[in-house]
């Protein structure tokens, strides 16, 4: 059974950071491509940033130069180092991982993390 867990969370004040962890079981996360993925309320989710499985990275402008992604494929993790981060940054973050065969599509999704940046 695949999993993905993220973790790391929670309520700072802007300008703070966080870094947030996303950990897979059942899958081998090297081989895939993996990403950040944010959704606030009443808005669709988007994507944060992406990383393929050959390291090529893709952030979208609003975090560019705040956020840093980063994988340990020995731990089996993805991380999101978050600086800068203000209060539109608030959400709930997902991670997903996602490869594709010739025969078959893997996507795959976290639980979420809720990121607050409040006064």
């Known amino acids: 059974q695949v999993q993905l867990v993220e973790s790391g969370g929670g309520l700072v004040q802007p300008g703070g950071s966080l870094r947030l962890s996303c950990t897979g079981s059942g899958i081998i996360s090297s081989i895939y491509d993996m990403g950040w993925y944010r959704q606030a309320p009443g808005k669709q989710r988007e994507l944060v940033v992406g990383i393929t499985s050959g390291g090529s990275t893709n952030y979208a402008d609003s975090v560019k130069g705040r956020f840093t992604i980063s994988r340990d494929n020995a731990k089996n993790t993805v991380y999101l180092q978050m600086n800068s981060l203000k209060p539109e940054d608030t959400a709930v973050y997902y991670c997903?991982?996602?490869?594709?065969?010739?025969?078959?599509?893997?996507?795959?999704w976290g639980q979420g993390t809720q990121v607050t940046v409040s006064s």
């Open positions: 997903n991982a996602r490869r594709t065969t010739l025969l078959r599509k893997f996507d795959y």
